[in-house]
């Protein structure tokens, strides 16, 4: 069998036999997943149900030192220091091609006109959305990869600038990182996840692609408080070539050494097999069972948390970790390690983050009741 027929798991422990991709894979193999039959059907359906009203809350007030995270659905995301507003992948259409959309965008066109900076990941049209970057503001600075730039210039933007992996960039306070993506070898998914740093806490934003060892080399250096990390798109298990599955978000979030997930990148446009509300149900699943509550913030669309800086936990999120292969002594090893790693690089073992979210309403796991059900 040639190595591109194989099986996932396979080819992964062929590329890695020792590390954390050929664990995932193999944990992957047995894996139940509730899932739809026919994504034709679904499609065909979907085009007389309108989709449901996001959960839209006014954006919270931010003051300095801290960061508010608002979920607009896909990989699209409002971050928000004092003073400064930085948008992710922005895509407020109903359409992706002829998939509607399931979930009406947790954001409108007015709460971006503050907007100083806006990052593409790649040039996929759920993430890279002319008719939504026409309705922004064009004092803003766009941040694209190598090119994209051509694309979005006719628009009148300030400015449009292209980022290589490694390469930086600074406005009003707010620093951007380029980081590598992993999303196949597509010209169209080629592109860059972005570390994000400002006057509170920083982010590193992953917005769609597979687990790979890049994870581990952003946290060695970096080890950002927060992590946007997809977890849809998973099904069937080709797919993991492409996309994280919520065991592969844990991994990836352990290898990043970073404080709190806000899981993105799922329940909006059905393009894969597993169900839309699946991946939700399957994260808030093994956050229970992991007892990672502490670790996890989990928006609808529309909803916002809004962060402070502290200190963290790391062991308990180890200790959960080290479960998440269903027993899995390979996964348990590399987790392990991983806190081992960790200490090394002198994360505090003593301390709680549980203080982390502040304001009105706000608690250590966003949005905890249960997901409203996707369409089928």
Do not use: K, N
Request: hydrophobic share 45%; glycine share 10%; proline share 9%.
């Amino acid at each position: 069998m040639s190595s591109e027929r194989a099986d996932p798991a396979e080819r992964a422990e062929r590329a890695d036999p020792a590390g954390q991709a050929g664990a995932l894979a193999r944990a992957h193999r047995h894996l139940r997943v509730r899932r739809r039959r026919s994504l034709l059907w679904h499609w065909a359906r979907s085009l007389w149900v309108a989709p449901r009203p996001a959960q839209l809350e006014p954006l919270p007030a931010v003051g300095p030192g801290q960061l508010a995270v608002t979920f607009a659905g896909q990989a699209t995301a409002l971050l928000r220091y004092a003073g400064v507003g930085v948008v992710v992948d922005p895509m407020l259409g109903r359409w992706l091609g002829g998939v509607r959309r399931a979930v009406e965008p947790g954001l409108a066109p007015a709460d971006l006109q503050d907007v100083g900076l806006i990052l593409i990941s790649h040039r996929h049209p759920d993430h890279l959305h002319l008719p939504t970057l026409a309705r922004l503001p064009r004092t803003a600075t766009v941040v694209v990869p190598s090119g994209v730039a051509q694309l979005v210039s006719p628009l009148g933007f300030a400015r449009v600038v292209e980022l290589a992996v490694g390469a930086d960039l600074e406005l009003g306070g707010v620093g951007v990182i380029a980081s590598p993506l992993s999303h196949g070898d597509d010209p169209s998914a080629r592109g860059l996840a972005y570390l994000v740093r400002g006057d509170g806490p920083s982010v590193f934003v992953y917005p769609d692609g597979a687990y790979f060892s890049g994870f581990a080399d952003v946290g060695a250096r970096y080890a950002p408080d927060l992590a946007l990390l997809p977890i849809g798109g998973y099904w069937p298990r080709s797919f993991r070539d492409r996309h994280m599955s919520p065991l592969d978000a844990l991994q990836a979030f352990a290898d990043l050494r970073a404080r709190v997930l806000v899981p993105i990148h799922h329940g909006t446009f059905a393009t894969s097999y597993e169900l839309l509300d699946e991946p939700m149900r399957w994260m808030r699943e093994l956050i229970a069972e992991r007892g990672l509550a502490d670790h996890a913030c989990l928006l609808r669309p529309g909803q916002s948390e809004l962060f402070a800086a502290a200190r963290v936990l790391r062991a308990g999120f180890d200790d959960g970790l080290a479960e998440a292969g269903a027993g899995d002594d390979d996964l348990a090893t590399d987790a392990a390690e991983a806190s081992a790693a960790g200490a090394e690089h002198g994360r505090a073992a003593d301390t709680s983050w549980a203080d982390l979210p502040v304001g009105p309403g706000s608690g250590p796991v966003a949005g905890a009741s249960p997901a409203a059900p996707g369409p089928s």
